[in-house]
């Protein structure tokens, strides 16, 4: 598989929350993540990240996201994404549904170690998000 297609089906498996069932076939063992967001401040893991994006989709059901633009850098080995999360907070948690939406812009720069996912890098930011909800 194509370091492309390898991360599109990443992409896609995280944000229609497959959880980490559906993208450790695209990452090496023990994958790292960062983000420079609190509410994913005890986040290290894609693992982890893949579950929490799982959990979001709880409180969202109707959670999607909208493609923007798909990138490929073979030279370094990453693949960018750039979308726009959308939803409706209809049901309770981690706060009573306040039926409010977001539309939150965001970029995955997924690093590649060979064939697989090594690193990825959540850009969002959270505090917009979490105020067009109703959460903070």
């Not at 990452?27 to 790292?32: D, E, L, S, V, Y």
């Not at 798909?70 to 049901?91: L, M, N, Y």
């Not at 690093?111 to 998000?129: A, L, P």
């Amino acid at each position: 598989m194509t370091m492309e297609k390898t991360a599109w089906a990443f992409f896609d498996a995280c944000e229609t929350g497959k959880g980490w069932e559906g993208c450790k076939a695209h990452c090496h063992q023990g994958a790292t993540f960062s983000a420079q967001a609190d509410a994913l401040a005890d986040v290290t893991t894609v693992e982890g990240y893949a579950e929490w994006m799982k959990g979001l989709l709880t409180p969202i059901p109707d959670g999607h996201y909208e493609l923007k633009s798909f990138s490929v850098d073979e030279a370094r080995g990453i693949v960018t994404a750039f979308a726009v999360f959308h939803g409706t907070h209809t049901v309770d948690g981690p706060v009573p549904a306040t039926g409010r939406t977001v539309a939150a812009d965001y970029v995955y720069a997924i690093e590649f170690d060979g064939e697989k996912i090594r690193h990825m890098t959540k850009i969002w930011n959270d505090v917009h998000s979490l105020k067009q909800l109703g959460w903070a």
